[in-house]
Antibody, heavy 121, light 112 residues
């Protein structure tokens, strides 16, 4: 059974940094691309970033480009999101999601339960 | 980056069919066959219902079907059931200098 478990969320002041992690199990991690998707309270889904199986292809939403960095460690079956210069509008539940393919298709076939990030002074 | 356009709400009675549209551009929906649809119940993580425009993942009832014409994709749910009441989101791969993903704003389905 595929399991994706996010961690690292919490309350952080504007301008500070936070690093999210996603521990994957139940599948061959380095066979699949991975993504981060967020959902602000009461709002819709927003794609944040994605990374191919090898890390050779990476993409970001305009809203986070230059502030957020996605990475993966295939030896540890883990996905990361380094979030710098956080803003109030980054407040959201952050989901880790598994793509259907090794490259990038943004067919998100498995999701974690999310990590809540709250940016507030 | 503009989100894909979905109706804010749709409704139908049990047993009826409903269709949710998702309009993008030639840079996303119209340019690639990587359109997916997600169902989200309150307080739950999204669930993949359709991928690659019209492919149903294992376990998804065949009442759910997807299609695409030009820059508009559609999700049709036939034989509506009470448990289908949820939010539905479309999503597309988008190309360009680097890839990105783009979601629709979401559609609230009410089963009357």
């Amino acid at each position: 059974e595929v399991q994706l478990v996010e961690s690292g969320g919490g309350l952080v002041q504007p301008g500070r940094s936070l690093r999210l992690s996603c521990a994957a199990s139940g599948f061959t991690f380095d066979d699949y691309a991975m993504h981060w998707v967020r959902q602000a309270p009461g709002k819709g889904l927003e794609w944040v970033s994605g990374i191919s199986w090898s890390g050779g292809s990476i993409g970001y939403a305009d809203s986070v480009r230059g502030r957020f960095t996605i990475s993966r460690d295939n030896a540890k079956n883990s996905l990361y999101l380094q979030m710098n210069s956080l803003r109030a509008e980054d407040t959201a539940l952050y989901y880790c999601a598994k793509d259907e393919v090794a490259g990038i298709a943004v067919n998100l076939e498995s999701w974690g339960q999310g990590a809540l990030v709250t940016v507030s002074s | 980056q503009s989100a894909l356009t979905q109706p804010r709400s749709v409704s139908g009675s049990p047993g009826q069919s409903v269709t949710i549209s998702c309009t993008g551009t030639s840079s996303d929906v119209g340019g690639y066959n990587y359109v997916s649809w997600y169902q989200q119940h309150p307080g739950k993580a999204p669930k993949l219902m359709i991928c690659n425009v019209s492919k149903r993942p294992s376990g998804v009832p065949d009442r759910f079907s997807g299609s695409k014409s030009g820059n508009t994709a559609s999700l049709t749910i036939s034989g509506l059931q009470a448990e289908d009441e949820a939010d539905y989101y479309c999503c597309s791969y988008a190309g360009g200098y680097t890839f990105r993903g783009v979601f629709g704003g979401g559609t609230k389905l009410t089963v009357l």
